[in-house]
């Protein structure tokens, strides 16, 4: 990067985190630290969830997700604004009501300790991975940028965002998240005019969406019932509903969001301006990856994109070889250009002969460059059997370093920044809230002083902020990243929201039979997933009917009194 590029980074990065810091400043008490003293606005409570979510996970493996998968990601948002409506009608209010720190605290009200106890132990295993894997995305940027090993990068991002994470809780999180979606929702758009501006001059938006198109790369419904379809219209609705309610309505990491409002309409407002953008800023997000797609149709593309993995490569004993498959693969994507084009002139006479035909023999091209490319990979794997063989989440990293002006990378590069240290502030902070409220509070120190508290959720943000990176570590072996991360949630996602569900709808059933229903609901799921039962969005369905079903037939059999609350 150009000094300036270093520049705009340094000063954004410093600006934001030293604003928050300093609203930050005259946080007392652990109502403050955990919840901003439950004083936010509705924008800011909008904003902070659509933060939390966005990652930089969200802006490297998004549009990489895009190149290399096309649109269809973006069906697994479908079901998001009837699970915005749920929340404002069910969960807002009635956490709101119960003056909690926790949606955890609520199951113990309803259910036993043992019940929260399990549900908050899920919560953990689940955010404290996933918050690892946040840390890993910005990583990448400063792995590839200075060109050293990732494990320093995972540290120098991990020290980072622990910093002010520990002083400054919540209400730094907060203001740091405002300023953040500002400058990242103008970092889209610069990036989605410039992926088109790039374009050569004979080749227009409408041509590079054409041949997107041709290339299987604008799939954004498909409207096909198929259980192992990872992404379609019905997973997306039904299997995205449950994950999404789970995710916004049960997982601390969005609840604390939320939970900071002054008023329950604040939280609902909040919560419906993120059900309204989310869903456009994500397929933004795809568009942007797919137009990536459609430049390096019409430009030289790397072979591979993780230019780490590559100069180690080129620096073994295989460097010759390595060498040899690059060039056969510029060969080959020269080849490719060409019946690129041929495609775009067929476009452009309305000959659908033709452009049948071009079509084939571009897919045909587009074969013969993957399979070059995995033979590359296969290389690299057999050079270091650690090396990080899945690129796509460096494709959008490497198109913004090598293509974009001077200040623009700075300003793009300083998006994912800052998305990965919302996310991940809030994730710890979500982890700290859980760990203190949910187990010291209840179980080791129940009558500690309110600055007791305070200190105890600042050690508990330390010590995650320090797993979040051992987990950031081991990151690179689990491919892309924004569908790793739902993966990993569809694992818990669907048995925390059972318990939920029962708790609000099904007031006659007791914590002993939803206790018993999600210790066989949970293992079920791990089953279901080591065997490959069925497409990961539908595990959230899944497990969430499966605890409901199990706990009534279990009241049914082994029935309880219980003190509704």
């Known amino acids: 990067m150009n000094w300036i590029d270093w520049l705009v980074l340094v000063f954004t990065l410093v600006g934001i985190i030293g604003f928050g810091v300093w609203k930050s400043r005259h946080t007392k008490n652990i109502e403050g630290y955990l919840l901003a003293d439950r004083q936010m606005p509705w924008y800011h409570i909008g904003l902070s969830v659509m933060a939390t979510q966005a990652s930089a996970i969200t802006f490297l493996s998004g549009p990489g997700q895009g190149f290399t998968d096309g649109m269809r990601f973006i069906q697994m948002y479908f079901g998001l604004p009837l699970v915005t409506v749920v929340l404002c009608v069910t969960f807002v209010p009635k956490f709101q009501k119960l003056n909690v720190y926790t949606a955890y605290e609520y199951l113990e009200k309803r259910f036993d300790n043992k019940t929260r106890t399990f549900t908050a132990l899920l919560f953990l295993i689940q955010r404290g991975i996933s918050t690892g894997i946040t840390i890993y995305a910005p990583a990448i940027i400063l792995s590839t940028i200075l060109g050293i090993d990732i494990k320093f990068t995972v540290f120098f991002m991990g020290v980072l965002v622990i910093a002010y994470t520990v002083y400054g809780g919540s209400k730094a999180i907060s203001f740091t998240q405002v300023l953040q979606m500002g400058i990242i929702f103008s970092g889209l758009f610069i990036a989605a005019y410039m992926v088109v501006h790039l374009m050569p001059e004979d080749v227009s938006f409408v041509d590079a969406m054409h041949v997107a198109g041709k290339m299987d790369k604008l799939n954004a419904v498909d409207t096909k019932f198929d259980l192992n379809n990872k992404y379609n219209l019905w997973s997306g609705i039904i299997g995205g509903f449950f994950l999404h309610l789970s995710y916004f309505g049960t997982d601390q990491s969005q609840v604390g969001r939320y939970l900071t409002g002054s008023t329950v309409n604040q939280s609902r407002l909040g919560l419906l301006m993120n059900g309204l953008v989310k869903i ?34 080129e620096n073994s004993i295989y ?39 071009a079509r084939i023999r571009v897919k045909a091209a587009e074969a013969k460059s993957m399979a070059i490319k995995k033979k590359a990979t296969e290389l690299m794997s057999k050079n270091n059997v650690d090396a990080d063989v899945n690129d796509s989440n460096y494709v959008f990293l490497i198109f913004v370093t090598e293509n974009l002006p001077v200040g623009v990378v700075g300003l793009l590069i300083a998006v994912i920044f800052l998305a990965s240290m919302g996310a991940t502030a809030s994730g710890i902070n979500a982890l700290a809230s859980t760990t ?21 959720s600042r050690w508990s943000s330390f010590v995650w902020g320090v797993f979040c990176i051992i987990v950031a570590l081991y990151a690179s072996k689990i491919g892309n990243l924004i569908e790793a991360v739902n993966i990993l949630g569809s694992l818990f996602y669907g048995t925390i929201l059972g318990v939920f569900i029962v708790a609000f709808y099904m007031k006659k059933v007791g914590g002993r039979a939803v206790f018993i229903s999600a210790i066989i609901g949970e293992a079920f799921l791990i089953f279901a997933w080591v065997t490959e039962l069925t497409a990961f969005l539908w595990l959230n369905v899944m497990g969430c009917l499966l605890v409901l079903i199990l706990a009534y037939c279990i009241e049914k059999i082994w029935p309880e009194k219980i003190a509704v609350n």
Not at 437 to 455: E, P
């Open 280 to 313: 456009p800023m994500q397929f933004i997000i795809l568009l942007i990856g797919t137009m990536v797609f459609a430049f390096y149709q019409f430009n030289p593309m790397p072979m591979f994109f993780n230019k780490v993995e590559v100069n180690r490569i």
């Open 319 to 357: 460097k010759d070889e390595y060498k040899a498959l690059n060039s056969e693969f510029i060969a080959a994507n020269e080849a490719k250009k060409i019946e690129v084009h041929d495609l775009v002139t067929a476009i452009h006479a309305k000959d659908e002969a033709k452009i049948d035909q």
């Open 436 to 456: 203190v409220v949910d187990f010291y509070k209840r179980i080791f120190n129940k009558t500690g002083s309110d600055q007791t508290y305070l200190n105890a």
